[in-house]
C-alpha cells in the first residue's frame, strides 16, 4: 500500500529557507511521478511543484519559480521541496501528492496518493 508523509513544516520569519521532506513507503519509487500542493483555508489546492518518476523533469508554478526547488532521491525514498525567500503568501498546509507515471503536472485531479501534510507559516 502507498503511504506518503510530510515533514519538515514549521513556522519561519520572511525571507527564511525550509525544506519538506516526502518519505514514501511500500514501494519502488522509480516509476512514481510527485507533486507537492499546498493549500490555505477557503481556497483551492494549488500546485506548486512537481517531478516527473524517470527523466526528472520539473514544473513550477509561476509564482515559486526561482525560490522553490524539487528534487528527489529514490534510493532512500524521499523527496524534497526547498523553499528559499520564503513569504506570508507561501503560509499553508502543504501536501505530497504521487501517481505511477512517467510524467508530472500540476493538476490535482492527476494524483492517486495524498499525504496528511504539513503546516507552513510564514511570518514576522
Known amino acids: 500500500q502507498v503511504q506518503l508523509v510530510e515533514s519538515g513544516g514549521g513556522l519561519v520569519q520572511p525571507g527564511d529557507s525550509l525544506t519538506l521532506t516526502c518519505t514514501a513507503s511500500g514501494f519502488n519509487l522509480d516509476y512514481y511521478a510527485i507533486g507537492w500542493f499546498r493549500q490555505v483555508p477557503g481556497k483551492d489546492r494549488e500546485g506548486v511543484a512537481c517531478?516527473?518518476?524517470?527523466?526528472?523533469?520539473?514544473h513550477y508554478t509561476d509564482s515559486v519559480k526561482g525560490r522553490f526547488t524539487i528534487s528527489r532521491d529514490n534510493d532512500n525514498f524521499n523527496i524534497y521541496l526547498l523553499m528559499n525567500s520564503l513569504k506570508s503568501d507561501d503560509s499553508a498546509v502543504y501536501y505530497c501528492?504521487?501517481?505511477?507515471?512517467?510524467?508530472?503536472?500540476?493538476?490535482?485531479?492527476?494524483?492517486?496518493?495524498w499525504g496528511l501534510g504539513t503546516q507552513v507559516t510564514v511570518s514576522s
Open positions: 517531478i516527473s518518476s524517470r527523466d526528472r523533469i520539473t
Open positions: 501528492a504521487g501517481v505511477w507515471a512517467p510524467t508530472c503536472l500540476l493538476e490535482e485531479s492527476e494524483y492517486d496518493d
